[in-house]
């Protein structure tokens, strides 16, 4: 007796469980095998699945150069004597050079280059 509380000790037994028994090397390879083979497929699958979702998501929008366009402010900075958050555009921004599709270098109204974030 520990504490009041009678214990009891756990006995070995001999007995095998059933994933034991009922194993076999041949089989289990096979099943392996077909995994792998499954995995493939399941890998293209997800990959078609996602190029759906963002065919479906994503706007593929392009501009021309001499566009006018908004530059997206990724840290919108929080006004203090409002108590609000600043806006997510800035800026009158104009498509100055296409450097390769969807990406292009932006000048400001002047005809300055504007920096990047």
């Not at 077909?34 to 699958?45: G, H, I």
């Amino acid at each position: 007796m520990a504490y009041g509380v009678e214990v009891m000790i756990p006995i070995k037994v001999g007995t095998l469980s059933q994933r034991c028994l009922y194993f076999d090397e041949m089989v289990n390879k096979d099943l392996h095998r077909v995994s792998l083979e499954l995995q493939n497929e399941r890998q293209a699958n997800s990959q078609l699945r996602l190029a759906d979702y963002q065919t479906i998501k994503v706007r593929n929008i392009s501009f021309k150069v001499n566009d006018w366009v908004l530059k997206k402010v990724f840290l919108a900075e929080r006004e203090v004597e409002d108590g609000t958050i600043g806006p997510t555009r800035e800026g009158h921004n104009m498509v100055g050079e296409r450097i390769c599709p969807e990406t292009y270098k932006l000048e400001d109204s002047s005809g300055k280059e504007t920096r990047r974030l």
